[in-house]
DNA sequence: CGGAATCCTGCCGGATACTG
DNA sequence: CAGTATCCGGCAGGATTCCG
């Protein structure tokens, strides 16, 4: 009976942990969340600012994840009352705590990135 | 001209990091991949162990998740020349280079949850 | 400028039936 | 046991239009 245990740490608690887990993946799925929170943190931004940074994103869709990444608390909403108006989009310090998880996920992505690129390099070499 | 960038760390690089953070999303995406890995990181497991223990996934998900989880290398597929025949699904050691990243989402997942918790509580207090 | 409303589409994922 | 094939509904997400 082998048990791998991940490595040698405990192995996910299927109740709460997995739930958890579940959670943080549905406040990031969404094509684009990552892509405004990235965008984000390199400062406030107003709405169009976010629509020609993100690039190919709607008003729709960019004002669809920006209500739910608000809703989560990870970032804020501040309407100024200027002229026509205008709104800036923040990073809350909440949103921050995200960035060892993204941390990880860009780190994990690029070397993975390489090791697929490895496979295929053997794969056409040897076949 | 306020610069947060991200508490004292850099900024998420666009064109790379991004990208990267996408890669391992996608990776993890679907609804049954996460409890699955959560699974297989108990040890290895046959279709119909995790048939019973995903509880709620059919064998047509159950099928495809699993293959794009062996595509990305995360898990291994062993066919047992056994009678009726027998398939060993066991999570790879380069599936087991996830832990991090899950550890991370499940910690700030259950850190979320209580937040949300506090805020209602809040709200239904004061209002 | 910053959205909301509407319409339309693809594909994601579920149920069921069939195969080897 | 371990899948595959097929049909089907729902929703994520895009394009366009309209509003304050």
Redesign the pocket.
Known sequence: MKKKVFIDQKPLQCPSQLRAIHDTMDIL????KITIIGCLSFGDK????L?REVK????????????ELEINGLIS?T?QPTK??????ALTTYGETLRPILWEMADWGQHHRIKVKATFSGEVGSG
């Open positions: 799925s969404g094509k684009w107003r709405f169009m600012d629509m190919g994103i709607g008003s729709k869709m960019l004002s669809k994840e920006l209500q909403r309407v026509p108006v205008t709104v800036e989009y």
